[in-house]
Structures are given as structure tokens and as C-alpha cells.
């Protein structure tokens, strides 16, 4: 068992004077290394921090008040730098309206990447957000309020994005197309193993969308059905 109270320094880890009081350090995600250290960011006291395995100690942490901005979501990003999302519901104490991504170097607890969009209107999820490493050095981004899905290269370019078309009721948000995260998953994610929808097949149910299907080729229909009966549903 850890305790955030018995390890963290209760002068310095304060909530944020423009949040609830109900809320200490509000531990919102986290993540393992191979060795088992946890990566867990604090959203309400603004910082991020590694628990050692062994020892059930801090080993590292960064942030505060003037630093990051309510943290929603953190990963390894590599054995040296870790990466953090920054809602933004408070930067520094005002509502920016941006949010951020940051890179941070463990040894010398330097920034040494971030994002932010061009525009404060571009980016910004105060409730829910969340991001994914991709094997192709780019990031996968979740703008969760305004159900927006973009992916990032290591240059800042939106390679591709994504808004939800799908709205519905949500209690004290009203009409809302929300997604909470996105993943991406390639072909050779094991859910997806034994699939017989292969490429050729999917590129062909694409175009049947916009010709019709021809006879003796699977219907979009079917094609879905095969897919979700290989994923166990």
C-alpha cells in the first residue's frame, strides 16, 4: 500500500486555489516502467511523480502551481523522459483556455518538447483528454470535450484528425460528442488476430460504399459482422 499523504511534501503539494478543497492531489493516471516504477501525475496539485517499486519511494517528481496545469493523463515516453498532459483548467491561476502536452527530461528535469496549438481555441479539454506515444515517433491526441481525435508529428504538424459525429445527452453538459481517449491499434494487435477481413477486402468494401457491391464480394454489412465476430462479440 502507498499513501500520497505520508510521502508527499504537504507544504509544497497544495491544491490548486481555484479548485474544490474536496479533492487532494486527485491522482487521475498513471503509468509502469519495465522495472515497475510507477509514473502517476497529480491533477489538482499540479505535479507528477515516480514511485520506486522497491522501496515505495518518490524517486522523482515535477510541477506545481506555476509549472503544469492540472495534469489529466502521463506515460513514459523513453528510460530518460517521461510525457504529461496539461488540461489547463488553471494555468497560472487563470482560465487560459489552452491545453498542453510537455516532455520532460527525468535527469535534468528540463522541458524538452511541448505542444500547444496555434489558436486557444485549437486545443483545449479542461474535463477529459489523453494522448498515445505512436511507433512512428507521432503522438495520438484526445480532445475529449470537444470529441476531437488528432495525431501530432515530433515537427507539431496535424498529420490527421478526427471529430466526432455522435452527440447525445450528458448530464450538465447537455448535447455533448465527448470521447474520453482514443487508441490506435495496428495489425498486429492481438484482438485482432485470425481476422479474415484482410486489406484487399476492406479497400474493396470502401469502394463498394460509393459503386455498390459486386456480385460474390462481401457487403459492408458482412464485413463488419466478421470483424466483430473475431473480436469475440
Keep these: 500500500m502507498w499513501n500520497a499523504y505520508e510521502n508527499l511534501d504537504l507544504d509544497t503539494c497544495v491544491i490548486c486555489p481555484l479548485c474544490f478543497r474536496s479533492k487532494w492531489t ?17 491533477m489538482t496539485t499540479n505535479n507528477i511523480a515516480i514511485i520506486s517499486k522497491e522501496t515505495k519511494e518518490i524517486i522523482w517528481q515535477w510541477g506545481g502551481f506555476l509549472e503544469l496545469a492540472h495534469p489529466n493523463d502521463v506515460a513514459y515516453f ?31 528535469n528540463s522541458v524538452v518538447w511541448e505542444f500547444r496549438a496555434p489558436a486557444v481555441d485549437e486545443f483545449y479539454a479542461p474535463c477529459v483528454a489523453g494522448f498515445q506515444p505512436l511507433k512512428n515517433g507521432n503522438i ?12 501530432i508529428s515530433d515537427s507539431k504538424e496535424v498529420v490527421w484528425e478526427f471529430t466526432n459525429p455522435l452527440y447525445q445527452d450528458v448530464p450538465g453538459y447537455g448535447k455533448s460528442n465527448m470521447v474520453f481517449r482514443a487508441f490506435r491499434y495496428g495489425p498486429d494487435f492481438k484482438g485482432l488476430k485470425g481476422n479474415i ?3 484487399a477486402e476492406l ?6 460504399t460509393k459503386q455498390g457491391p459486386e456480385e460474390g464480394t462481401p457487403t459492408e454489412k458482412d464485413a463488419l459482422q ?7 462479440y
Excluded: P, W, Y
Excluded at 486527485?26 to 497529480?42: H, K, N, P, R
Excluded at 523513453?78 to 489552452?98: K, L, P, Q
Excluded at 495520438?140 to 495525431?151: P, R
Design 26 to 42: 486527485g491522482a487521475s493516471s498513471l503509468d509502469v516502467s519495465e522495472q515497475g516504477d510507477i509514473l502517476i501525475g497529480f
Design 140 to 151: 495520438l491526441v484526445s480532445e475529449g470535450d470537444a470529441g476531437h481525435i488528432f495525431e
Design 226 to 232: 466478421s470483424r466483430l465476430a473475431n473480436l469475440g
Design 197 to 199: 477481413l484482410q486489406l
Design 203 to 208: 479497400r474493396q468494401v470502401q469502394k463498394q
Design 78 to 108: 523513453d528510460s530518460e523522459n517521461v510525457i504529461v498532459m496539461g488540461n489547463s483548467i488553471h494555468g497560472t491561476g487563470f482560465e487560459r483556455g489552452i491545453s498542453e502536452i510537455i516532455i520532460i527530461n527525468t535527469k535534468t
